[in-house]
């Protein structure tokens, strides 16, 4: 699988261009049906204060799109009259923002008379992860700002076997920045300080079978705040949410059966987050990957790839099924092409 442009288009037989535009980050790729990733440009919203404001976004997502657009395909050393398929994010996600990726994909599905799939978001991040990696049918870990779920192929579709009760991982990092004056997004920053963290603090650990909840955890550091060190907090909340979430994949290893573990996702990039959970795997004896940081944020080469299977397995769609779903869950979607 290359990353990083395709030198020569001999024998590859349909590209996809893929859009992803579910939340902050607008992105554009070019992906072939062998799986080449030839290019995966994207631009993400930024703020320095508060978290993701929609409108906001959706105003980046437009004035970002010619450029990453054009980006993307001088990247693939392509044009836009060598893609035979385009591949849009549906769901779930910000209504503001996947109207653009919407709106951006019919128009050039159309100028070009291509088909145009729809794609899950969640979906198309363990369909990238199982590319990346090679695994087959792997039990994933998927940690993302709104979404944090537990996922497993079963009978057609991808099921969940635990998820979050109230608010995603990524979600909890932002609030929780937000109350320290961490810009958006947290994440990253929340992971330097916890580096520095010297002294753990008991927070409520929340955990109901496989299912899990953060929003008590977020009270009470925001309760500790100025009565802690940031350091400390950060430190403490870390430990805490990823030994929950360690946890609860451990227990779905017990309960299904596969061999196979994916850790993916924005906040799979998190260092600490991977060891807690290979180290898990190792114990457990079963295969452990992750993605690189380009592959485990949002982006629209995971977008392209999973239009591509859709496409290459028969699914066709019209219009109308091109509606914007900013409530899309995971086990809704037909998983034509696992057999």
Known sequence: MRLHGNQSRK????L?????????????????????????????YVSEKGGIRPLKAAEHHIAAFPDVLERALEQAKVSLRDVGLIAVSSGPGLGQCLRIGAVG?????????????????????????KLWSGFKDPITLYVSGANTQILAFAAGKYRIFGETLDIGCGNFLDSFGRALGIGFPAGPKIEEL??????????????????????????????????????????????????????????????????????????????????????????????????PRELATDN????????????????????????????????????????
């Open 194 to 291: 916890a580096k520095k963290g010297q002294k753990y603090i008991e927070l409520p650990y929340t955990i109901k079978g496989m299912d899990f909840a953060f929003s008590g955890i977020l009270t009470k550091l925001e309760q500790l705040i100025g009565k802690e060190s940031t350091e400390d907090l950060c430190y403490s909340a870390q430990e805490t949410i990823f030994a929950i979430l360690t946890e609860a994949t451990e227990r779905a290893i017990a309960h299904i059966d596969k061999n196979e573990i994916l850790l993916t996702g924005g906040v799979a990039s998190n260092k600490r987050l991977s060891e807690m959970v290979k180290t898990m795997c190792f114990e457990r004896g079963v295969k452990f990957s992750t993605l």
């Open 16 to 44: 996809c261009l893929g859009f992803e535009c579910t939340a902050h980050t607008f992105g554009c790729a070019i992906v072939s049906e062998k799986g080449e990733i030839l290019s995966n440009v994207k631009s993400m």
């Open 105 to 129: 994909a019919r128009m050039l599905a159309q100028k070009l008379n291509v088909p145009l799939v729809p794609v899950n978001h969640c979906i198309a991040h363990v369909e990238i992860g």
């Open 11 to 14: 024998g590859v037989e349909m």
């Open 300 to 339: 629209a080469a995971m977008i392209a790839w999973t239009g591509l299977l859709q496409h290459l397995s028969g699914a066709r769609y019209g219009l109308l099924d091109t509606k914007i779903k900013p409530y899309w869950r995971t086990e809704q979607v037909d998983v034509t092409w696992i057999k």
